[in-house]
Nanobody
C-alpha cells in the first residue's frame, strides 16, 4: 500500500501564490508517477498537473498552464505544486495522487492512491 500525505494550501488573494507539497511512501523502489487534481464545490474532480518518476515529463491542464509548476525531489520522495497568479476560479480542494509506475498520466482512473486533500481558497 502507498501512503500519500499532502501539506500546504490555505487562503490567498487573487494574483498571489501558494505551494502544495506531497510525500508518497510505501513501495521499496519508490517508483511513483504523481498527479495533482482538484475538486471545486458542486463540480467533478479534474486534472491539474502530472509528473513522471524521473521528473523529466510534466503535463498541465490548459486552465493552469503557465501559472502552475510541478516538480519533484526524489531524494526526499517529495512532489511540489507551485501555484502562481492564482484566480478565484482556482478555489478547490487539491489532491495529490500516486501512480505505481514511472509514467505520468492525466487520468483520474490511473491513480489508486490519494492524499487527504488540501483546501485552496482564492479571494477576489
Amino acid at each position: 500500500q502507498v501512503q500519500v500525505v499532502e501539506s500546504g494550501g490555505g487562503l490567498v488573494q487573487a494574483g498571489g501564490s501558494l505551494r502544495l507539497s506531497c510525500v508518497a511512501s510505501g513501495r521499496t523502489d519508490s517508483s511513483y508517477a504523481m498527479g495533482w487534481f482538484r475538486q471545486a464545490p458542486g463540480k467533478e474532480r479534474e486534472f491539474v498537473a502530472t509528473i513522471n518518476r524521473g521528473g523529466t515529463v510534466t503535463d498541465y491542464a490548459n486552465s493552469v498552464k503557465g501559472r502552475f509548476t510541478t516538480s519533484r525531489d526524489n531524494a526526499r520522495n517529495t512532489v511540489v505544486l507551485q501555484m502562481s497568479s492564482l484566480k478565484p476560479e482556482d478555489t478547490a480542494v487539491y489532491y495529490c495522487a500516486a501512480r505505481r509506475t514511472i509514467y505520468a498520466s492525466t487520468q483520474i482512473r490511473d491513480y489508486p492512491d490519494w492524499g487527504q486533500g488540501s483546501q485552496v481558497t482564492v479571494s477576489s
